[in-house]
């Protein structure tokens, strides 16, 4: 426990006056992007921020340690962190005030440091539905499948319903989880809006669009998450991995047509929104997602100046 705790206090201590002190906290971060995206964007506004991954597995200490590095980090002068798995829901007894979103997510992602009280956000439903609305504008939204019920499918479940989708139906290996998260949805958004779904392939087929939400297809967990053979042309596919961009997935849905969302943007939005709590300043969201884009070897193919930052 200590060595995690020192590790946010000496971040704080190399850094210089000034610095906006921010970081993330959670387990497997390593290849995390959030480092350069913040700093860089805050380069362009004139502003020194400092942020620093805090990964649980290099210290070995469990998801508890987030309250004691929460507490180190807001007696360190430290703007805020962000909280990733598998924190998310064990954060939430460490805090003095949640934002209306997190308090109905009961999950968060980013915690801003304010006159000593620490206070919980949830940027990420907002980051995928900002994603969707940017990526594919015109989709349908009549029946969309999620599959993953942890932090990151009830954030787009979330986000899904709050964009007007009509109905969703929630899968998860743990169909109790499911079930849970279908029920929590329709009690905020109405019944009939969300159910937990018991055949994948029937729910997929009628389906406008379909959402994964699970670790599936990042690189320490490759593979598909449904069969190839239920995607199909007409069908819109959101993916919430960005490491890599081009998962198995988002291969296999271009392969037969069917129109994509990679899990950049998410990435990108829910950044952008934490970095104007952290911060108070505007974003460039379009500016960062070109930076993302760049930092993944998948540069657009007319480059701006704002694009070289690193």
């Not at 499948?145 to 319903?161: H, N, Q």
Request: proline residues 6%.
């Amino acid at each position: 426990m200590s060595s995690a705790v020192e590790a946010i206090r000496v971040h704080a201590g190399r850094a210089a006056p000034g610095t906006l002190l921010t970081g993330l906290i959670g387990t497997g971060i390593g290849p995390s992007l959030s480092p350069p995206l913040h700093e860089a964007e805050a380069r362009r506004l004139g502003l020194e921020l400092g942020y620093a991954r805090f990964d649980l597995d290099d210290h070995g200490v469990p998801a508890t340690a987030v309250g004691p590095m929460l507490a180190a980090a807001r007696d360190a002068g430290y703007r805020g962190l962000n909280i990733t798995h598998p924190c998310k829901q064990v954060v939430l007894g460490h805090l003095d005030e949640l934002s209306p979103d997190a308090a109905a997510l009961a999950a968060v992602n980013t915690v801003v440091f304010r006159d000593g009280r620490s206070i919980g956000h949830n940027t990420d439903w907002s980051g995928f539905a900002s994603g969707l609305r940017t990526g594919l504008p015109d989709a349908p939204l009549g029946s969309v499948v999620v599959l993953g019920a942890g932090g990151a499918g009830a954030a787009v479940a979330y986000g899904l319903l709050t964009a007007g989708t009509a109905r969703i139906h929630v899968f998860d290996l743990d169909t109790g989880r499911a079930r849970e998260l279908a029920a929590t949805l329709a009690g905020r958004f109405g019944t009939g809006r969300a159910a937990a779904g018991t055949d994948l392939s029937a729910a997929v087929g009628a389906a406008d669009g379909f959402v994964h939400a699970t670790p599936t297809g990042m690189a320490a967990h490759p593979g598909l998450p449904l069969p190839a053979e239920l995607l199909r042309p007409g069908l819109w596919v959101a993916e919430v991995v960005y490491r890599p961009l081009e998962t198995e997935l988002v291969r296999a849905a271009r392969a037969v047509g069917a129109r994509v969302l990679d899990g950049g943007r998410m990435a990108v939005f829910q950044a952008a929104e934490a970095f104007r709590l952290f911060t108070g300043a505007e974003p460039d969201a379009g500016r960062m997602l070109r930076h993302l884009a760049v930092l993944t070897g998948n540069p657009p193919l007319e480059r701006q100046p704002a694009d070289v930052l690193d």
